[in-house]
Nanobody, 128 residues
Framework: QVQLEESGGGLVQAGDSLRLSCAAS????????MGWFRQAPGKEREFVAV????????VLTDSVKGRFTISRDNAKNTVNLHMNELKPEDTAVYYC?????????????????????WGQGTQVTVSP
């Protein structure tokens, strides 16, 4: 079992930056591939970014490439989403997710149903 708690959301203006953090508690954090998803009102939850167990590999959705980065600190059981040049279309609830993946180095999981655990989410609102 893994418990996830996001923080760092808020109301910002277009062009600003935010850093979202996800703190994990429970079993060995380094066994988990970690992802970030977001869900805007009236829309389905969509993939944003994923990072491998070691932190050496990442995948980001096209709409955030060049603006967002994902990182993790396995010693601190945290994963971060660094968001720069925010746009109004980035407005959503952002969720941290974990997939137990200790048996493989595969990491490119982009579907919500591929993850085992979820946080409660943190709201990010970007005003024009």
């Amino acid at each position: 079992q893994v418990q996830l708690e996001e923080s760092g959301g808020g109301l910002v203006q277009a062009g600003d930056s935010l850093r979202l953090s996800c703190a994990a508690s429970g079993r060995t954090f380094s066994n988990y591939v970690m992802g970030w998803f977001r869900q805007a009102p009236g829309k389905e939850r969509e993939f944003v970014a994923v990072i491998s167990r070691s932190g050496g590999n990442t995948v980001l959705t096209d709409s955030v490439k060049g603006r967002f980065t994902i990182s993790r600190d396995n010693a601190k059981n945290t994963v971060n989403l660094h968001m720069n040049e925010l746009k109004p279309e980035d407005t959503a609830v952002y969720y941290c997710a974990a997939r137990n993946n200790y048996w493989t180095n595969t990491y490119s999981y982009t579907g919500p149903n591929q993850y085992d655990y979820w946080g409660q989410g943190t709201q990010v609102t970007v005003s024009p």
